[in-house]
């Protein structure tokens, strides 16, 4: 239930630390007793998204938190891009400067696969924890601004272009002014 609506095979055996043969059969009676489902190979999911939120309920705080920090230690370790569950799994475990690291990297592949949406909720996910980032800023900027949200790529311009100007680093200032004035003309604010 932790690992998230997909869970695949190789994680849940690495975060289990059951065998093979031992975790096919667990999840063999799960499947005959209808609560999850193979929806590909090696990939399960709950059959309804209440009984995952049942079970991942009646977990303790503790036992929520040790369960995503392994899951991101095994992701890591396997060397994931799947950014979005990396940043998922370090907010669970509390791991505040992964979920930074995993936003950055996560909203700048998902602009340039054209998961515009993807990328807008995890440079979101990252400014929460650090929103003076201005790597973020300029992604939150993107991404709001490809999904049609011009207020909100103007709000992220604006606190861009003031961090960059008082950090004092004229490259991300001319680059925040730039992209600002480009929104301000779209959304009709031509002076």
Do not use: C
């Not at 190979?41 to 939120?53: G, K, M, N, Q, S």
């Not at 979101?124 to 490809?146: F, I, K, N, Q, Y």
């Not at 004229?170 to 959304?187: F, G, P, Q, T």
């Amino acid at each position: 239930a932790i690992l998230g609506q997909r869970i695949a095979f190789d994680l849940l055996a690495a975060l289990t630390g059951l065998g093979e043969e031992q975790l096919v059969g667990v999840l063999r009676a799960l499947v005959g007793q209808a609560l999850i489902v193979e929806e590909d190979t090696d990939v399960f999911a709950f059959r309804h998204a209440l009984t995952r939120e049942a079970v991942a309920g009646r977990l303790l705080g503790r036992e929520r938190r040790r369960l995503h920090t392994k899951a991101l230690a095994a992701l890591q370790e396997s060397g994931s891009d799947d950014w979005a569950a990396l940043a998922y799994h370090a907010e669970g475990a509390n791991r505040w400067d992964d979920v930074v690291i995993a936003a950055r990297a996560g909203a700048a592949s998902y602009l340039r696969t054209g998961a515009t949406y993807q990328a807008l909720r995890l440079a979101e996910m990252g400014l929460a924890e650090m929103d003076a980032d201005l790597e973020l800023l300029e992604l939150a900027t993107r991404a709001a601004w490809s999904v049609g949200l011009p207020d909100s790529a103007i709000e992220r311009a604006e606190q861009w272009r003031r961090l960059a100007s008082a950090a004092g680093d004229d490259e991300a200032l001319s680059h925040a002014l730039r992209v600002l004035a480009r929104l301000r003309w779209e959304s009709g604010d031509v002076a």
